[in-house]
């Protein structure tokens, strides 16, 4: 199982705005959420569960469209392929374990088999992807890549409780994970 703060330590590597440093940051509340979901009382579930598909709906949605394009003819090609296919799997997944009622075992051990395949996805992309990313494409280039993501990263309710300023883009992702995704696409083409 990866963790958080190794992931928050790499992302400080990098310089701010950087894609891949948004994307670790991302990976990092990802892991940080998986274990809020599991530590909450079954009733208290749902809300930490809905800021993680809103999350993995800015998350996979932007790595497919926005950095994914990228390997285009590049060593890299072959192993965003992997990831996006990865991806996909998960998406099925995800749109199972929606239709569970939180507060269940069902519910509570089906969650547990997502985080491992999330986690081995992330892994994979930490390993291997992310590093050809970094010599692929120079850092003005991430730079803008990072500023496509971030224009859609606040759509994503992460905090539990937004402030009244926040609250409109905190709503702006509801509903199934399907829907989110489609909101995601539909914000990263206009
Ligand atoms: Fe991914
Ligand atoms: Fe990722």
Redesign the pocket.
């Known amino acids: 199982m990866g963790d958080a703060a190794e992931d928050r330590a790499k992302a400080e590597e990098l310089p701010e705005g950087d894609v891949i440093r948004i994307?670790l940051e991302q990976?990092a509340q990802v892991r940080d959420l998986f274990a809020e979901i599991q530590q909450a009382s079954a009733d208290g579930r749902k809300e930490p569960f809905d800021r993680l598909r809103a999350l993995l709906a800015v998350?996979e949605t932007g790595?497919e469209l926005v950095l994914r394009p990228k390997a285009e003819g590049s060593a890299w090609k072959d192993v965003a392929t992997e990831r996006n296919q990865e991806e996909s799997e998960a998406n099925e997944v995800l749109k199972h374990l929606e239709e569970l009622d939180t507060a269940t075992d069902a519910f509570l051990s089906a969650l547990k088999e997502f985080e491992r395949s999330v986690d081995e996805h992330?892994e994979a992309?930490e390993s291997e992807e992310f590093p050809r990313v970094l010599k692929a494409l120079d850092e003005d280039e991430r730079r803008k890549l990072g500023a496509r993501l971030q224009a859609v990263e606040k759509m994503a309710p992460t905090h539990p409780h937004p402030t009244a300023a926040g609250s409109t883009t905190a709503q702006a992702l509801t509903g199934p994970f399907a829907a989110m995704m489609d909101k995601v696409r539909d914000a990263l083409a206009s």
Do not use: G, P, R, V
Request: hydrophobic share 35%.
């Open positions: 994307l990976h998350h790595e992330a992309e």
